[in-house]
Each structure stands twice: as C-alpha cells, then as structure tokens.
C-alpha cells in the first residue's frame, strides 16, 4: 500500500479498478483548510491521462508491472508472435494489444512486453533502432539546406522524415519514441 502522501513521479498504483502511473503529483498546502494531493495520472492499458486531487492520508495499492524481454519473432495476420528467451515460451499478441508499438522493429529483434498479473497490455521497443532506407528519391551534391527534409520508407515499412542528402540503402538511426531520423549508421 502506498498513501498519496508518499506518491512519487513512476510509481503505479490500482484505481476505480484501472491501473494507474503518476506522470506528476504535488503537494498543495492551501493558507486555509487542509492539505492534499494534486496528480496527473496515466492510464497504462488505455493511455488516457486525468487529473485527480487526492487527501495526503488516502492509501491505494501499488501495482506491480512485469517487463519481459522477449524476441518479436513474426506476425500471422492479426497475431504478433513473441518468444521469452529463457524458457522459449511464446506468446501472441494481437493488433489491439500491441498498437503502433511494431512499427519500427524487425522480426527477431528484443522488446520489453509489459504485464500486470499476467494481462500484457503492452509491448516497449528498444528506444532506438537502425533500419535500413528501402525507398527515397536520390540526393544530390549540395543537397545541404538546412532542415530541409524528404519522405523515406524503412524495411519495415514505416515512413521517416529524412534530411535530403539520405539516399536509398543507406541505414539510419531512428529514436523509436518519437519516430524521428537521428543520423547515419
């Protein structure tokens, strides 16, 4: 049990039967009346954010999330296939539980699938990746305005926003997070 006097910025917590992660909290003590806890919350299976004020003595119960590297092994319709690779257990997921999080990874390559009590909800690629240019129309010699920038599709198939002097096979380094070209590999 954790009370909302202890509340620190990662910590998840179970409420109103959802899953909760403090993304920021602060401690009010208003000239009248009593203290209490202004927090934004995450809802870690839906994503949505609220804001809720809580008084510094109320408890909840943390919950716990599991995060297991596992290797994304292929996807079979609407079913992405993933192996621990410890136990060689495999796992598929589908479309919904894994949402957009694919979009930059390979097949056989590490994620982290995130869990609470056995309910993966969902799946964390590595913060960056390099995948190679299979589609881009060519640089030139000068192409160096700045910030200027073309369209460019990866191996996966996902379309990244590359400088102009980026050209077809070339590989790249990509953060994940935010789907944005970093530099040349």
């Not at 202890?6 to 993304?23: A, L, P």
């Not at 919350?41 to 596992?70: H, Q, Y």
């Not at 990874?105 to 964390?124: I, Y």
């Not at 700045?146 to 953060?175: H, R, W, Y």
């Amino acid at each position: 049990m954790v009370s909302a006097g202890d509340f620190r910025n990662g910590i998840t917590i179970e409420y109103e039967k959802n899953i909760y992660q403090i993304i920021e909290f602060q401690h009010v003590k208003p000239g009248k009346g009593a203290a209490f806890v202004r927090t934004k919350l995450k809802n870690i299976i839906s994503g949505g954010v609220v804001e809720k004020t809580f008084r510094p003595t109320e408890k909840f119960e943390e919950a716990r999330i599991d995060r297991n590297d596992m290797q994304y092994l292929y996807s079979d319709g609407d079913l992405f296939y993933f192996m621990d690779v410890n136990t060689y257990d495999q796992i598929a997921l589908s479309q919904d539980q894994i949402g957009n999080a694919l979009k930059f990874v390979k097949e056989n390559e590490m994620v982290k699938v995130c869990s609470h009590k056995g309910d993966v909800f969902s799946v964390e690629p590595p913060l960056f990746v390099e995948l190679e240019i299979t589609d881009t129309e060519p640089g030139f010699k000068g192409d160096t305005a700045t910030g200027a920038s073309k369209p460019a599709t990866v191996e996966t198939g996902a379309q990244v926003m590359v400088p102009l002097f980026v050209n077809q096979g070339e590989k790249i380094k990509i953060d994940t997070r935010t789907g944005e070209y970093l530099s040349r590999v």
